[in-house]
């Protein structure tokens, strides 16, 4: 397949339509430090998009950003064309962001249903606050049997799961807050096949109901290409190449980066350019 495309350049999406999500010119630094170099991305509705890079390259911050953690210095966020300042992550969530990250954040000694509505739950008509555990039950296997997570039980406790179905029960939460865009950090790191199976078949069905758009972060190529429609490699807080998957493949995209990282060494005037 051909490389000829300047692998220091992203290439822009095809127009169609207002995106879900987008970056012009993000930047953030960190006293001396520049993290992020003028990002621009473009995450379109209904669309999983694949976020790849070094350690370093500035992904965190990036999904540290979008998700209400860090303000940026300069650029813009709009989201369905709005430009947006979210102050905070509660912030972020009330424009419909929500992140999973790696810790995952459930309370293990809480049941599954529990956790599902954790900061929402439900309470029944009164005076006193008294939770409406029946319905929340209710609710939780409805909606986990909607996105096919298989469970034993919604009482059961989370710690009682398989890392999988933890992972499943915290994006499952995310969405179920009525999210519109949601950012997947590492979703299938030190997981087994079954477990990595069990997330990359929820991630289609989300993108597939055409309610959520989804950005994962994944070191993997493998996962990234079976998971995604489109990839984005971040380099030196820069986002250097934008490919649809089904125009590429895993060993363009490796020679790409390879290139890009060279070709950003070079201009730097490093030794060993």
Do not use: W
Request: aromatic content about 4%; glycine content about 10%.
């Amino acid at each position: 397949m051909s490389t000829d495309t300047t692998p220091s350049e992203a290439t822009p999406p095809a127009s169609g339509g207002t995106p879900a999500l987008e970056v012009r010119g993000l930047t953030k630094r960190f006293g001396a430090l520049v993290v992020l170099r003028g990002i621009d991305l473009v995450l379109r509705p209904g669309e999983v998009l694949g976020l790849v890079g070094d350690n370093g390259a500035g992904k965190s911050t990036l999904v540290k950003i979008l998700s209400g953690f860090h303000p940026q210095d300069d650029g813009e966020i709009l989201i369905d064309g709005r430009t947006v300042n979210f102050g905070s992550v509660a912030g972020a969530r009330t424009e419909g962001i929500e992140t999973v990250y790696q810790d995952l954040a459930l309370i293990p000694q809480l049941s599954v249903y529990q956790n599902l509505f954790l900061g929402h739950e439900l309470t029944l008509l009164g005076p006193l606050r008294v939770l409406d555990k029946r319905q929340m039950r209710t609710l939780a296997r409805q909606y986990l049997d909607e996105i096919h997570v298989n469970v034993p039980s919604v009482d059961a406790d989370t710690d009682q799961l398989s890392g999988g179905q933890r992972q499943a029960i915290a994006v499952a939460r995310a969405v179920r807050s009525a999210s519109k865009i949601l950012l997947l950090d590492e979703p299938l790191a030190a997981m087994g096949a079954r477990e990595s199976r069990l997330i990359i078949n929820l991630v289609k069905e989300l993108a597939a109901s055409g309610k959520v758009s989804i950005v994962v972060i994944d070191h993997n190529y493998a996962h990234l290409f079976e998971l995604c429609d489109r990839l984005n490699v971040m380099q030196g807080g820069k986002i250097t190449v934008d490919r649809n998957v089904h125009e590429t493949s895993i060993e363009e995209m490796t020679e790409l980066m390879v290139s890009s990282y060279r070709r950003s060494i070079e201009e730097a005037g490093e030794p060993g350019a």
